[in-house]
């Protein structure tokens, strides 16, 4: 548990020194851990945050 801490704390970091935000973690309520560490991966690889890249919508109910 304590290395997927680790690094999801070391993705979230470079998410947000990448988009000058944090990753909305709040709208995957159980997604699996391996999973979240991927779309934030995804994220900045593709160089869109999460609402660009269509995990997130600001129009959406969470």
Do not use: H, R, W
């Amino acid at each position: 548990m304590e290395d997927f801490i680790n690094k999801l704390d070391k993705a979230q970091k470079l998410y947000e020194k990448k988009f000058n935000d944090v990753f909305p973690t709040f709208s995957f309520m159980g997604t699996e851990p391996d999973e979240l560490i991927q779309m934030i991966n995804e994220c900045i690889a593709a160089d869109k945050d999460a609402y660009d890249i269509g995990y997130v919508s600001l129009d959406a109910m969470y």
